[in-house]
């Protein structure tokens, strides 16, 4: 099963928006609505933030959205903070009843 | 409160198996809906799917890593074991496990270990 497709950076100012795409095919993204965000700090584990593409766990920011359309889906990030600079990963189910990540995303807030 | 604690060894050396475990708190992998996954990450890499087992026994596992996998369970100490045989360097990795719970968070893995950083090194 391949790693999902990211962008390797992206970066922003605070305040402003960012979008992160993931990329997968027909037996993942494309497959199921099962796509699932995480934030990563150095040296820590990875938090999820969004589950069932656009579904926010108890606590976290209303500025974390998603969305999905064919076999990518995607990460906005509005009124962008410092404390957001992290890594992102997404995640999603498979036909092969797996999991496959994406190769990360590094934010970086100027 | 939910946490999931990983222990085992720091260095393994090549050729050998890495037995690793995850003891569990706060739910119990016998209550239907739960499963619990090992992920791991290699230093400055991607997160990659190793291996789940859910409540009723059943396993799946990373197509590319099947045939170097076991993961188990034993209910009555709530902790998974997973066994990676014949171990190389590219093994080096952070090895986290995750819960899966398909009636709150459905195919996400909604808390993590703080993970176990294993070295893979003569």
């Known amino acids: 099963q391949s790693a999902l497709t990211q962008p390797a950076s992206v970066s922003a100012s605070p305040g402003q928006s960012i979008t992160i795409s993931c990329t997968g095919t027909s037996s993942d993204l494309g497959g199921y609505n099962f796509v699932s965000w995480y934030h990563q700090l150095p040296g820590k584990a990875p938090k999820l933030i969004l589950y069932d593409v656009s579904k926010r766990p108890s606590g976290v920011s209303s500025r974390f959205s998603g969305s999905k359309s064919g076999s990518t889906a995607s990460l906005t990030i509005s009124s962008l903070q410092v404390e957001d600079e992290a890594d992102y990963y997404c995640s999603s189910y498979t036909t092969n009843r797996t999991w496959v990540f994406g190769g990360g995303t590094k934010l970086t807030v100027l | 409160q939910v946490t999931l604690r990983e222990s085992g060894p720091a260095v393994v050396k090549p050729t050998q198996t890495l037995t690793l475990t995850c003891t569990l708190s706060?739910?119990?992998?016998?209550?239907?809906?739960?499963?619990v996954s090992w992920i791991r990450q290699s230093p400055g890499k991607a997160l990659e799917w190793l291996a789940r087992i859910d409540w009723n026994d059943d396993t799946y596992y990373s197509t590319s890593l099947l045939t170097r996998l076991t993961i188990s369970k034993d209910t009555s100490e709530n902790q998974v074991v997973l066994t990676l045989t014949n171990l190389a360097p590219v093994d080096s990795a952070t090895y986290f496990c995750?819960?899966?719970?398909?009636?709150?968070?459905?195919?996400?893995?909604?808390?993590w270990g703080q993970g176990i950083l294993v070295s893979v090194s003569s």
């Open positions: 706060g739910f119990s992998l016998n209550t239907p809906g739960m499963c």
């Open positions: 995750a819960r899966i719970n398909y009636d709150s968070h459905a195919y996400a893995f909604d808390y």
